[in-house]
């Protein structure tokens, strides 16, 4: 697929919009692409939006274990209706609104997305679900895949979600409330973001800058610790999510928002019978992604869930706002707007 974008990318014939990186760690450059018709298993998908991701970050970068050769159109995930199908698409048609999620990280940030059926994540996804809101949904299946296999029909566990940025962790704290019924301590670096956070109803919000985060948890829940951890950030907030286990407690690794992957003492997981696991979409297979992403959107299509805060960036903003999201101080999911 790459292959076939190159020569389009280079070509000076209009057809759609395009963000194309040249050179690692330069500028995106917007620029017309050659409008392309679908092959036997690919779908074409004019896009509404694209939800940008940390990886973005680091890909473009030239910093990410994926480097597709230059040039290309980056980006993971877009929302969109599908334009044309190739003659051997079985499970779309024309019209369908669908999210798209691309296991290569090429190919988003664009007016127009080839999908390929058997190869991309390709859910369905309602008209109730906003365009601004739907790339998020990845973020939201990535929680619910973690959470999904560790908790119990037993309502009233209590959660202590750690986030930074506020897409993962604030998918999860949406997660931990109004679907797994919760008590949730939500937790961040400054004043900002945990006004944000109260915003959700969150039982409790703490800081964990101020050196008091497992005193205040353990203060809270009778010197006993929380049931679950949803970390997102690593570095010393794991090590200090990993204090605020109880007995018997799980610690679920969602990400490395810090950038400082952390190093787990077994022995401080034996002290409390607590065990250990951690979530990465790209490790699991196709179907059972897809599966997660169908129950998030008929989640929200039902009103279960709240969202997330949304940074809209039209598509030729496209250098404003990966400058933007890696300011400590960013909190939210970053969307391009090709609408």
């Known amino acids: 697929m790459l292959k076939k974008l190159i020569p389009s990318i280079q070509s000076s014939v209009r057809g759609y919009r395009a963000a194309v990186l040249h050179k690692y760690d330069t500028d995106i450059k917007i620029q017309d692409v050659k409008d392309k018709l679908p092959t036997d298993h690919e779908l074409l998908i004019k896009t509404e939006t694209a939800g940008v991701n940390h ?23 877009a929302i969109g209706i599908v334009e044309s199908v190739g003659k051997k698409v079985q499970h779309w048609k024309e019209g369908d609104r669908v999210l798209v999620l691309k296991y290569d990280g090429v190919g988003t940030f664009a007016d127009k997305v080839m999908a390929h059926e058997k190869i991309d994540v390709i859910v369905k996804v309602p008209y109730s679900i906003d365009a601004d809101l739907a790339p998020a949904l990845s973020v939201y299946g990535i929680a619910y895949l973690g959470m999904k296999k560790l908790i119990t029909e037993n309502r009233g566990n209590s959660f202590l979600v750690l986030s930074s940025r506020g897409t993962v962790g604030f998918a999860a704290i949406d997660l931990a409330q109004n679907v797994f019924e919760g008590v949730v301590f939500g937790a961040s670096d400054s004043e900002d973001k945990l006004e944000a956070i109260r915003a959700t109803k969150v039982d409790t919000t703490l800081n964990w800058t101020d050196g008091r985060l497992v005193s205040r948890v353990k203060e809270k829940t009778f010197n006993k610790g929380v049931d679950f951890v949803i970390d997102t950030v690593g570095g010393n907030v794991f090590d200090q999510g990993l204090q605020c286990l109880k007995i018997g407690g799980h610690i679920l690794s969602l990400g490395f928002s810090s950038g400082d992957f952390p190093k787990v003492d077994l022995l401080d997981l034996h002290r409390v019978n607590g065990s250990l696991s951690a979530v990465w979409l790209s490790g699991l297979e196709k179907k059972e992604i897809a599966k997660a992403l169908d129950m998030i959107a008929k989640m929200f299509d039902d009103g279960f869930l709240q969202g997330i805060k949304i940074q809209k960036y039209p598509l030729e903003d496209i250098n404003k706002c990966f400058k933007e999201i890696q300011d400590p101080a960013f909190f939210g999911k970053a969307v391009l707007t090709m609408y």
């Not at 990886?55 to 995930?77: N, R, S, T, V, W």
């Open 55 to 77: 990886a973005d970050c680091m890909m473009l970068k030239g910093k990410y274990h994926l480097q597709p050769p230059l040039p290309f159109i980056p980006g993971y995930e």
